[in-house]
T-cell receptor, first 116, second 114 residues
Framework: AQSVTQPDIHITVSEGASLELRCNYS??????LFWYVQSPGQGLQLLLK??????LVQGIKGFEAEFKRSQSSFNLRKPSVHWSDAAEYFC??????????????FGKGTLLTVNP | SQTIHQWPATLVQPVGSPLSLECTVE??????LYWYRQAAGRGLQLLFY??????ISSEVPQNLSASRPQDRQFILSSKKLLLSDSGFYLC?????????????FGPGTRLTVL
């Protein structure tokens, strides 16, 4: 069965600093990978996704992520963080789960705090 | 464009009371629908998913049930709530054949069971 690990529960960065959120996955076949962001009390918004092709994926709000098969990683990056980026970030892997059932498995999330 | 609605936004219920949470999707047909529960520090747990009217799959045995009476309506229910049912419930939709699915989430319902 697939799994996702986000090693950092909480990260604090200063506004304007660069950001990297880590995500490692476990899946036996080609994974379909996603990053979502959740503001407090809100639903999840899709930032970006990787299905195939170029391993560097661009998303909304200036985020990008790089798929590294050799490291089973899909880390999220942003060169300069804004205060409005403070939120919780979830990595997810989509995979077939028996027969024709497809499901997303989420990591436990990384809470990002941005200091002024 | 597609939109997804959930209500109520917040709910406080006593233990043993029934529950009904509703999710509706607009602007698409025959979506795949999902119910997730989010507990603090535990990420998102898939509870139910549906690929069509009357077709419900349960991921985790629990005190909850789901129904899909209409194509774009998904309901989460319980006959008797437990304290452990407290959490943030998210509905999501997708269209496609699975492997290219992107799930889009509603605003969520905060349920507190006292």
């Amino acid at each position: 069965a697939q799994s996702v690990t986000q090693p950092d529960i909480h990260i604090t960065v200063s506004e304007g600093a660069s950001l990297e959120l880590r995500c490692n996955y476990s899946y036996g076949a080609t994974p379909y990978l996603f990053w979502y962001v959740q503001s407090p009390g809100q639903g999840l918004q899709l930032l970006l996704k990787y299905f195939s092709g170029d391993t560097l994926v661009q998303g909304i709000k200036g985020f990008e992520a790089e798929f590294k098969r050799s490291q089973s990683s899909f880390n999220l990056r942003k060169p300069s963080v804004h205060w409005s980026d403070a939120a919780e970030y979830f990595c997810a892997v989509g995979a077939w789960s028996g027969g024709s059932n497809y499901k997303l498995t989420f990591g436990k999330g990384t809470l990002l705090t941005v200091n002024p | 464009s597609q939109t997804i609605h959930q209500w109520p936004a917040t709910l406080v219920q006593p233990v043993g009371s029934p529950l009904s949470l509703e999710c509706t999707v607009e602007g698409t047909s025959n979506p795949n629908l999902y119910w997730y529960r989010q507990a603090a520090g535990r990420g998102l747990q898939l509870l139910f998913y549906s690929v069509g009217i009357g077709q419900i799959s349960s991921e985790v045995p629990q005190n909850l049930s789901a129904s899909r009476p209409q194509d774009r309506q998904f309901i989460l229910s319980s006959k008797k709530l437990l304290l452990s049912d407290s959490g943030f419930y998210l509905c999501a939709w997708s269209v496609g054949q699975g492997y290219t699915d992107t799930q889009y989430f509603g605003p969520g319902t905060r349920l507190t069971v006292l």
